[in-house]
């Protein structure tokens, strides 16, 4: 039972490779986790517990706390972990555009769910969902349009502007990202130039659009690629936006040991999410997730939204 | 369920029946192809392909084309040259060549698929 809930919006800041392990026949050898029925990037919550785990951990080797909140290293039969990680799940995706560079592009699913998240962690929000007909798209900003038709990558859109996009925009942009100054320009690109595309075509990009990158081997004697050693790796896009809802019980501890100074579901989420004693908080703070780190993959800064009691 | 086969396999035969007797070269332009065409768009690699003016570059383009020119023609055994699908494809509306770059994509993962079988 879980009586603490939080979301943190995980901001991409640079490619993340959330690799599946898997690929048989696919479009590229090393593709990044997707769900099953809407084929969307999505982060296992293993991975993000790992992530976040090991992110505490580097910065307090000698913590007892670790297993308090994440449950023991090694005997995970002894007691349960008082947090739990949902798998992150897609908000906003970035998608070439000539006018602006890029657009954070979203679709009525990916916001219906985020509100049904939001609303389990205690989080009403008063933002509407605007409607779409297929082909058509909703925008805020005018100036992303060429010839009243918005161009994302290769493709030309309908655009229409939407007020009510606006406040999910102003949201997002609040809640989404940190409070620093460092992205108050990010901040004002998603509340300015945050796109509604159909369900459908939101799927094209997110297929379709993804960072794919050839690795080779080098040969040492000859200095140029060994042909045999070519792959192609696929990664989320910096920018890209997703979720992860995090819920705290109270502590669990092994049969037989006292139960005097276990934390409350309260005090763990508070331990996470603030800073303490060795750590810092998870709000605004850049974690490293998935694969390839020592080559820059994986970097995302976490910002924590709800809060309240069941 | 139907008794006839799924688009899936008749893209699984078409891709067999091509792979069939190709060089390593080719092997190694259909593995990079997806990628190709996701970071620069269908048309530019198809035009690339053209440009490249090698055997394995024209028998990729071909395989493709004449995939596609089957796919949008509902029929079979179709054979377009590039000038004529480059024309059909500068020309088509959006959504069309979204399809189209998703069908490309589809006919890949098999052609890249196969096409290292024969190796």
Same mark, same amino acid.
């Given at each position: 039972m879980f009586q603490e809930t939080r979301i943190a919006f995980l901001y991409c800041v640079s490619p993340v490779h959330m690799g599946t392990g898997t690929a048989v026949g696919g479009l590229i050898d090393n593709p990044i986790q997707r769900e099953r029925h809407t084929e969307y990037p999505m982060m296992a919550g293993s991975g993000i517990k790992g992530a976040i785990r090991h992110d505490y951990w580097a910065q307090d080797k000698s913590s007892k706390l670790l297993n308090r909140l994440f449950g023991p290293e090694n005997d995970a039969s002894e007691h349960a972990g008082a947090l739990s990680f949902s798998d992150g799940q897609l908000a906003a995706f970035p998608v070439r555009c000539p006018k602006a560079g890029y657009v954070y592009a979203t679709s009525p699913l990916l916001l219906a769910r985020l509100k049904r998240q939001l609303a389990l962690a205690k989080t009403q929000v008063d933002w509407v969902i605007p409607n779409l007909e297929s082909g058509k798209c909703r925008i805020i900003n005018p100036d992303l349009m060429t010839d009243s038709k918005l161009a994302l990558e290769a493709y030309e859109l309908e655009p229409q502007i939407d007020p009510a996009l606006k406040q999910v925009a102003e949201w997002l942009a609040a809640n989404a990202?940190? $409070? #620093? &100054?460092?992205f108050a320009y990010f901040r004002k690109k998603l509340a300015d130039d945050l796109v509604l595309l159909s369900d459908d075509e939101l799927h094209y990009f997110v297929v379709n659009s993804t960072v794919v990158e050839p690795h080779v081997r080098i040969d040492d004697i000859s200095g140029t690629a060994d042909g045999g050693a070519l792959f192609y790796t696929e990664n989320l896009p910096p920018e890209s936006i997703l979720f992860t809802v995090i819920m705290a019980s109270q502590e669990r501890y092994r049969?037989? &040991? #006292?139960? $005097?100074n276990r934390m409350d579901a309260t005090q763990i989420i508070n331990t996470l999410v603030n800073d303490g004693e060795n750590w810092q908080a998870l709000q605004g703070r850049m974690v490293q997730f998935g694969g390839d780190a020592s080559t820059g993959r994986g970097q995302i800064v976490c910002s924590i939204v709800g809060g309240g009691h069941e | 369920m139907s008794k006839l086969p799924s688009l899936d396999q008749k893209r699984a035969a078409y891709a067999w029946q091509q792979v069939q007797g190709q060089s390593d070269d080719y092997t190694k332009l259909a593995k990079g192809a997806p990628a190709l065409i996701m970071s620069n768009g269908l048309m530019q690699t198809l035009a690339f392909y053209q440009d490249k003016n090698k055997p394995h570059h024209h028998a990729l383009n071909k395989h493709i084309i004449d995939w596609l020119a089957a796919y949008f023609t509902h029929q079979e055994n179709v054979s377009v040259p590039f000038d004529k699908m480059m024309g059909v494809l500068l020309k088509t509306d959006s959504q069309k060549y979204r399809k189209a770059t998703e069908e490309t994509l589809a006919l890949l993962r098999w052609i890249r698929q196969f096409a290292a079988i024969n190796q």
């Open positions: 990202l940190p $409070e #620093s &100054d460092d049969r037989g &040991d #006292s139960a $005097e | -």
